[in-house]
């Protein structure tokens, strides 16, 4: 399984971003995928996940309104929308794929990850 995360840059607060990851060797469409981050020094935070046939998403309630997740099961990738970066977005943006989960919301619950791409956000 490879998920292949990119669209990751330097920004100024208030601007927009949006990631892809793309995946390959996986029953994508059969998929949630979720997107986490991880700031310098921290732990995985949790920003959205969207089910297998993109029907359902959720989001962390520090990304609500300003972040959107989707996902195009014919290309095999899903992306995240980024409105409004505010500077405490700055975190390195993972993609990761698992095929059920009591908590989508737990990093740990992800067998599948991409690499991580760089947003930074200045203010």
């Known amino acids: 399984v490879q998920l292949q995360a990119s669209g990751g840059g330097l920004v100024q607060a208030g601007e927009s971003l949006s990631l892809s990851c793309a995946a390959s060797?996986?029953?994508?469409?059969?998929?949630?995928m979720g997107w986490f981050r991880q700031a310098p020094g921290k732990e995985y935070e949790y920003v959205a996940h969207?089910?297998?046939?993109?029907?359902?998403?959720a989001y962390a309630d520090s990304v609500k309104g300003r972040f959107t997740i989707s996902r195009d099961n014919v290309k095999n990738t899903v992306y995240l929308e980024m409105n409004r970066l505010k500077p405490e977005d700055t975190a390195v943006y993972y993609c990761?794929?698992?095929?059920?989960?009591?908590?989508?919301?737990?990093?740990?619950?992800?067998?599948?990850w991409g690499q991580g791409t760089q947003v930074t956000v200045s203010s």
């Open positions: 990761a794929a698992t095929w059920t989960s009591p908590d989508y919301y737990q990093s740990d619950q992800y067998p599948y």
């Open positions: 060797e996986l029953a994508f469409s059969r998929y949630t």
């Open positions: 969207i089910s297998p046939s993109g029907s359902r998403a």
